[in-house]
């Protein structure tokens, strides 16, 4: 392959044969589909939709970009694709921190894992190598011992070890995979595709190598320009100064309570009120955080690390204390001790659930005492904390009532007789904005390909005025404009996703740097109208693949929560989401029949030739 900034070297490993292959990337797909998530879901279709996502016969993708591990500002993000056991739909999950950059040092731009293995095993990856080696000493292991095990048989100097631990060996269907003890690819259960593949970890061993630009000449602008926008003190990422740095993504917890945005006690309500304050990313500042960790090449340092002081968890030191997790099991299932959710997030971590997705049949639970609903299975009041913590064990373990919550919140209340609690879209539950209080949300949970998701088509950025310099700033609850605006921030975020950069780079960066960049390290012609429409072509495949996979008219929507009963807090007052009148305006910009996407488009974005 012609093409810079890549390897051209993916490791095709069948765990049935105990094989590895090493072949390159066809140049058509990498021009096409780009690197990581695109490229990830090109080989999702190769291998075929209709695959049962626990079957061997399901693709297990660990990918990088073109931008991976070189210095390219937060380039250090890692893709895992799959077909998702709890969605059905084909899934991508991004974890930050090392292993992305060691990845590509080692020497490849992904892994391919197919089949099952007759033991445990985990891949060992160095020096253009990836060795299928014997995990029975670590499985069932939590996350942490096992992080523990191969950095004492390998050392920690230049290695990166991503696992799963008992929730993705007991085939909980909202496993993940966790990077280096906390940063979770937490969304879509790949780390259930992992357990059922008896895959345990994937450790790998390398030294620092950037890869260098095809272009040298063109890169140095890109790149400054790129670190100018980061650095900018207008923007959120502004290193010590802009509030992503300074409280990290939990700076959003009082803003959106305050604005009747935040979903609270299982969306009954959308805000927390002095509730948000006591689990704050400001309160956080003040009372448990202490450090500033970070990931390759980020100056931002939004990873907030921190310690609980007292109480029975005194001691626990962990890194996750992110707005998204510190919700669901915060303010989703009114709890307001800060401690309590520091250890919940930790126990997710450690056995590797995602954390946002775990409070969903909890609160589902609380939701279902309180109404009377249990039908004799116990119960849980809101706000119970040593009863959540117990309630974590139980579902990663499959113990009693945690094997029914172990396959989703669809499951958990259909299994009460009650669906309609469940705030999911396509079974997947919804993250930390009430589309009735920020109702680009609405339309963004009820398209996005991977199930109910923020970072499909981060529309708060707009909603809220972080989008770079300002430049964008709408009516969080006015509805018109929000379907336009949802197919743009996909297609955006569908093309940095594939370079892979972490997500927050668009608050500083847009189109334009990302054309440079990409530009600049592979060494082909590329502009910000490029951008969007290979971001196009990445976002019309996944739908393409979903539409094959049983995904048709009707697939779009929300929980009847948001759209019939109206906000009855502050700020979102009143409000439903109008889900259906974005739906038809997101759909003619698509150019979509009903949410299937016709073979003209296909033909016209180059999906089919």
């Known amino acids: 392959m012609a093409l810079g900034g890549f390897a051209n070297r993916i490791a095709h490993v069948n765990l049935t044969a105990g094989t590895v292959e090493y ?18 879901v090109r080989y999702m279709l190769e291998n075929g939709p209709r695959v049962d996502p626990l079957s061997p016969d399901n693709l297990l993708c660990f990918m990088n970009g073109p931008l991976t591990g070189t210095e390219a500002n937060m380039s250090g993000r890692m893709a895992i694709v799959t077909k998702s056991p709890l969605t059905g739909t ?32 985990y891949l060992y990856v160095h020096d253009d190598i990836v060795e299928i080696r014997d995990a029975s000493e670590v499985w069932g292991k939590g996350v942490h011992e096992t992080v523990r095990f191969f950095r004492e048989r390998y050392g920690e100097k230049d290695l990166s070890v991503i696992a799963i631990g008992q929730a993705g060996e007991n085939l909980v269907r909202f496993a993940c995979w966790v990077n280096e003890d906390d940063r979770a690819s937490g969304r879509g259960g790949t780390g259930c595709v992992g357990g059922s593949k008896l895959l345990k970890a994937i450790v790998i061993k390398a030294p620092k190598k950037m890869p260098k630009a095809a ?28 509030g992503l740095s300074v409280y990290g993504t939990n700076v959003l917890m009082n803003i959106t309570s305050t604005m009747g945005a935040l979903p609270t006690k299982n969306s009954t309500l959308t805000s927390f009120g002095p509730g948000a304050e006591k689990i704050s990313g400001e309160y ?47 303010a989703n299932c009114g709890n307001d001790d800060v401690n309590a959710v520091a250890k919940l997030i930790d126990l997710c971590n450690d056995y590797g659930m995602d954390a946002i997705e775990t409070g969903h049949p909890i609160s589902i639970y609380m939701e279902a005492t309180e109404r ?62 009430d589309p009735r209080g920020l109702k680009g949300m609405g339309i963004a949970y009820a398209t996005s390909n991977r199930g109910a998701c923020h970072l499909r088509a981060y529309t708060p950025a ?39 950069l972490c997500k927050f780079s668009a608050f500083a960066e847009g189109a334009e740097e990302y054309a440079a960049q990409y530009s600049a390290m592979v060494g082909v012609e590329c502009t910000a109208e490029d951008v969007l429409k290979i971001g196009e072509r990445i976002y019309n495949l996944e739908r393409y693949y979903n539409n094959l996979a049983g995904f048709g008219p009707g697939s779009d929507y ?30 003619a910009a698509r150019g979509w029949e009903n949410g299937v996407v016709p073979e003209s488009k296909l033909r016209e974005l180059g999906i089919l030739d």
């Open 23 to 40: 072949r390159g990337i066809p140049e058509d797909w990498a021009r096409k589909y780009i690197g990581a998530r695109g490229l990830g």
């Open 90 to 121: 084909v899934t991508d999950s991004h974890h930050g921190g090392w292993s992305a950059a060691r990845l590509r040092w080692a020497g490849f731009d992904g892994i391919l894992v197919k089949g099952k293995a007759s033991a445990p095993v």
């Open 215 to 242: 272009n040298l000449e063109a890169w140095k602008p890109a790149h400054k320009r790129a670190l100018s926008a980061i650095m900018d003190e207008r923007n959120i990422t502004s290193p010590r100064k802009g």
């Open 284 to 330: 956080v500042k003040e009372h448990i955080l202490v450090d500033d960790p970070t990931c390759h090449a980020c100056p931002v340092a939004c990873k907030k690390e921190v310690e609980i002081k007292e109480g029975p968890w005194k001691g626990l030191r962990m890194e996750s204390l992110e707005y998204e997790p510190a919700w669901s099991l915060g």
């Open 372 to 433: 009377g609903y249990t039908n004799g299975d116990g119960g849980l009041v809101w706000g119970d904390t040593m009863g959540m913590v117990e309630l974590v064990r139980k579902i990663a373990f499959r113990e009693g009532i945690g094997n029914v919550m172990a396959n989703g919140a669809d499951a958990t209340a259909k299994y009460f007789g009650h669906p309609e609690l469940a705030m999911t879209v396509k079974g997947q539950g919804v993250p930390a904005y």
């Open 462 to 500: 707009a909603e809220l005025g972080v989008t770079p310099l300002g430049a964008l700033k709408v009516d969080p609850l006015a509805w018109k404009g929000k379907g336009e605006l949802t197919k743009i921030f996909q297609d955006l975020h569908a093309f940095s996703d594939s370079l892979d």
């Open 558 to 587: 929300l929980p009847a929560r948001f759209t019939q009963e109206p906000s009855t807090m502050p700020g979102s007052q009143g409000h439903v989401c109008e889900l259906d009148d974005m739906l038809a305006e997101y759909y």
